[in-house]
């Protein structure tokens, strides 16, 4: 069984750009996951989505930070502008609905670096 | 705010058990005790979870206290690819934000050759 699959696995830009981040979780999992992880940290959830709908996006700093699962399946994470806080791991995770036993299936992450 | 505490560092002989310690003092009675690791540059990955009683899996074992403060993951026999940062987690499994599943800082466990 493939695994979540996320892409770039690093990139590098300067404060003020932009950056987009692509996950696509595993097959017939409904809810998806990006999380935010700073060195040193625990990963910190951004947002979950249930299919396409949103299910929490509290924690996510909007004025910056937009991410959409259009069909349902895979999904994309932007920032726009980095801040050089925003150094770090953003992890998509998946699991195979909303009631579920608490199994998150984790991808290997993109780090973020902003100089 | 904390939920679990964890040391921040432990080593342990290759072969030899692991013996993760995690205290959960106010875990109320319909949450559940998780643990995820974290291997370097890895995502997290799931191990066990359990309310009350003690669980065995292939990859480790939970042992929960009678008063549920606090649990105890067991690796057995601990190999070099156990080096990772081990998450104690506490949470209701049915709930339908992940946002309760937060991680803390965990414990950075080291297999010794």
């Known amino acids: 069984e493939a695994g979540v699959a996320q892409s770039p696995r690093y990139k590098i830009i300067e404060k003020r750009q932009s950056v987009a981040f692509w996950c696509n979780p595993i097959?017939?999992?409904?809810?998806l996951y990006w999380y935010q992880q700073i060195l040193g940290q625990g990963p910190k959830l951004l947002i979950q989505?249930?299919?396409?709908?949103?299910?929490?996006d509290s924690q996510l700093p909007k004025d910056r930070f937009s991410a959409e699962r259009l069909k349902g399946v895979d999904s994309t994470l932007k920032i726009q502008p980095a801040k050089l806080e925003d150094s770090a791991v953003y992890l998509c995770?998946?699991?195979?609905?909303?009631?579920?036993?608490?199994?998150?299936?984790f991808g290997e992450g993109s780090r973020l670096t902003v100089l | 705010d904390a939920k679990t505490t964890q040391p921040p560092s432990m080593d342990c002989a290759e072969g030899r058990a692991a013996n993760l310690p995690c205290n959960h003092s106010?875990?109320?009675?319909?949450?559940?005790v998780y643990w995820y690791r974290q291997i370097h540059s890895q995502g997290p990955q799931y191990i066990i979870h359990?309310?009350?009683n003690n669980e065995t899996n292939e990859m480790a074992s939970l042992i929960i206290t009678e008063d549920r403060k606090s649990s105890t993951l067991i690796l057995p026999h601990a190999t070099l690819r156990d080096t990772a940062v081990y998450y104690c987690?506490?949470?209701?499994?049915?709930?339908?934000?992940?946002?309760?599943?937060?991680f803390g800082s965990g414990t950075q466990l080291t297999v010794l050759p």
């Open positions: 359990g309310l009350k």
């Open positions: 987690i506490v949470r209701q499994p049915l709930s339908g934000s992940a946002r309760q599943l937060t």
């Open positions: 995770a998946s699991s195979p609905g909303l009631a579920n036993t608490g199994e998150l299936f």
């Open positions: 106010t875990i109320s009675g319909n949450e559940y």
């Open positions: 989505f249930q299919n396409n709908g949103v299910v929490d």
């Open positions: 097959s017939g999992h409904a809810t």
